[in-house]
């Protein structure tokens, strides 16, 4: 069965902090993706790799950053956590190719105070 | 940028009924993927359908069947005989294949009640 592992389901962090939410994928994906949802706002790409170190940014990726270091990991960095920053953040993995579909994980739901 | 555009925020629906969710998208490409997911209470999503945009023919699930209008950029979900199983926020999202990486951009979401 195919899995999308978020680190943390729920998570409450203070302003400022650095904060690192984690991703692990047992597919052999080679994309990786994170999205951020909110109410009314749909999911929106914040980034997505489509291979080891390589990275690209999404539509929203100012206050973030992201580290794939080895296939099956992708990491999303909060350098310093903001409370516009609390949100649902959704992490997805796709094969290279035609018509793939995204796998998701469950969410982490992060609140900044 | 592609971007994808779900007019109703919240619709609800008798068991056993049919019901569409409606979806439109702006691109300049011809060559494309559309999707319907799923995000029931568990916030799991889980894909519903997909359809490819060279494909004239419909794409269908069981109960769940798409009209897909290219030249109106219509992408809509039909979910026929609705089960109380079938309560969830449903995205519509486009994708665009390139060869290095496949990114997914997703409409706002329609919240789905389906009432007993």
């Known amino acids: 069965d195919v899995k999308v592992t978020q680190s943390s389901r729920y998570l409450v962090k203070r302003t400022g902090e650095k904060v690192f939410l984690e991703c692990v994928q047992d597919m052999d994906h080679e994309n990786m993706f994170w999205y951020r949802q909110d109410p009314g706002l749909g999911l929106r790409l914040i980034y997505f790799s489509y291979d080891v170190k390589m990275k690209e940014k999404g539509d929203i990726p100012e206050g973030y950053s992201v580290s794939r270091e080895k296939k099956e990991r992708f990491s999303l960095i909060l350098e310093s956590a903001s409370t516009n920053q609390t949100s649902m953040y959704l992490c997805?993995?796709?094969?290279?190719?035609?018509?793939?579909?995204?796998?998701f994980g469950q969410g982490t739901r992060l609140t900044v105070v | 940028a592609q971007t994808v555009t779900q007019s109703q925020p919240e619709m609800s629906v008798q068991e056993a009924e049919t019901v569409t969710l409606s979806c439109t998208y702006d691109t300049s490409e011809n060559n494309y993927y559309l999707f319907w997911y799923k995000q029931p209470p568990s916030r799991q999503m889980i894909l519903v359908i997909r359809q490819e945009a060279y494909k004239q023919q419909n794409a269908t699930e069981n109960r769940f069947s798409v009209n897909f209008q290219k030249a109106a950029k219509s992408f809509s979900l039909k979910i026929s005989d609705s089960q109380l199983g079938d309560t969830a926020m449903y995205f519509c999202?486009?994708?665009?294949?390139?060869?290095?990486?496949?990114?997914?951009?997703f409409g706002a979401g329609t919240r789905l009640t389906v009432k007993p």
């Open positions: 997805a993995s796709s094969l290279r190719g035609q018509n793939t579909e995204a796998f």
């Open positions: 999202a486009f994708m665009k294949p390139r060869y290095n990486n496949n990114d997914m951009r």
